[in-house]
Every structure is written in C-alpha cells, then in structure tokens.
C-alpha cells in the first residue's frame, strides 16, 4: 500500500519563526490533504490540495504530484499554530493513509 | 451553521459493557468515517461508509461494530470483544461527488474504560 511519510517528527520554534513541514507519499494519489489538530484533539483541514499551491493566511501548501511530496508552510508562527499537522493522501479506494504527524511546539 | 456533531465529548465504560457513540453530520455527506487514536498516535480507521445500509471495516474493525440506517448518522459501537478500548475516537465526513473540501472532522470523544 501507501506510504506516507512526514518530517521532521518534532519541531520546536519561537513565535513569529517561519517553518517547512514535509510530505512524501510512495505512488500516485487521488489527492492529498493537510490537517491541524490542537491541542484539544480537535482535526481541522487546512488544505485539500492534490497538486499546485495553494495559500490561506500564514499558511500555504505546494504539491507535486510527480515528485510525491507536499509541502507545508508557516509563516511568522503564533503560538496557536502549536498542534501536530497531519498529512493524508486519499488512494484509488477513497481511502485516506496517514502520515505520522508533525508536532509543532510554538514558545513566546 | 453545517458540520459534525459527536456525543458524547466523553464516555467512561466499565469492563465487559458495550458503549455507542453518536455521529451526526447535516452536511449532506454521502461518506461517514470513523477512527481510532492512541496518545501520541496518528489516526487508523475503524469503519467506513459510503452510503445508507452499506459499511465497510478498516484496518482495525474487530470489536466495533456500525449502522447506517440514515445519511446523517454513522454510530459506532464499541463492544465487549474490544480489549482496549481507552483512545480517542473521531467520525468524520465527505462528500465522494464534490471533492474539493475533503474531509470534515467532529470534535472526537474520548473513551476511558474504568
């Protein structure tokens, strides 16, 4: 099946740093979606985006679907960005495989 | 206001008792999901389904058992058989016709076995 593979695993910034979070994924995807969830549990799609780039706010993603990898990026972080961002890509069933996670820590 | 409601946000259950949590959407979603995560762990699906009176296992359906007698709502129920059963779980939603939205999440309930 798919693999998902997100990096880094863990990563610790001050507010306002920029940071890059990676997807790659090991065949060809229906599409793929990037997902926040808080500290609550809560899991908040972030972006629905099988290729191209696509931007909301502070955040932005870029994938390429040739090269199998997504990108993530936050811009000037706030420590409400602290959570663990998810990546999923949806397989030929509809299916969405999961990546680890990142776990992003913000400090003031 | 559309979305995901699931109830309750928490539940405790005693050794051998089977508990049902709740998932509604009113978002016209023809596809409901729902998923297992353990602390500190990404999400594993229990059950899906695409459309009324059909669901299919996931990867670790043993112990749960699901209905889907209407569109809005996906119960799950976790039974007796299942032998660890404390973890978070999450329903979500998505349409198979519109996909640019992707998934919709509820807010999760959290299961304690006591």
């Known amino acids: 099946g798919i693999q998902v593979e997100q990096s880094p695993p863990d990563l610790i910034l001050q507010e306002g740093a920029n940071s890059t979070l990676r997807c790659n994924f090991s065949d060809s995807v229906n599409n793929l979606q990037w997902f926040h969830q808080n500290p609550w549990g809560q899991l908040i799609n972030l972006f629905y985006?099988?290729?191209?780039?696509k931007q909301n706010g502070r955040l932005s993603a870029t994938t390429v679907a040739t090269e199998r990898y997504s990108l993530l990026y936050i811009s000037s972080s706030q420590t409400t960005d602290s959570g663990v961002y998810f990546c999923?890509?949806?397989?030929?069933?509809?299916?969405?495989?999961w990546g680890a996670g990142t776990k992003l820590i913000i400090k003031p | 206001d559309g979305g995901i409601t699931q109830s309750p946000k928490y539940l405790f259950r005693k050794e051998g008792q089977n508990v049902t949590l709740s998932c509604e959407q009113n978002?016209?979603?023809?596809?409901m999901y729902w998923y297992r995560q353990d602390p500190g762990q990404g999400l594993r699906l229990i059950y899906y389904?695409?459309?009324?009176?059909?669901?299919q296992k996931g990867d670790i359906a043993e112990g749960y058992s699901v209905s889907r007698e209407k569109k809005e709502s996906f119960p799950l129920t976790v039974t007796s058989a299942q032998k660890n059963p404390t973890a978070f779980y999450l329903c979500?939603?998505?349409?198979?016709?519109?996909?640019?939205?992707?998934?919709?999440f509820g807010s999760g309930t959290r299961l304690t076995v006591v």
């Open positions: 985006i099988p290729s191209g780039t």
């Open positions: 978002l016209n979603h023809d596809a």
């Open positions: 979500a939603s998505s349409s198979l016709y519109t996909r640019n939205y992707g998934y919709t």
């Open positions: 389904s695409q459309i009324v009176n059909d669901f």
């Open positions: 999923a890509v949806e397989d030929s069933n509809y299916q969405l495989i």
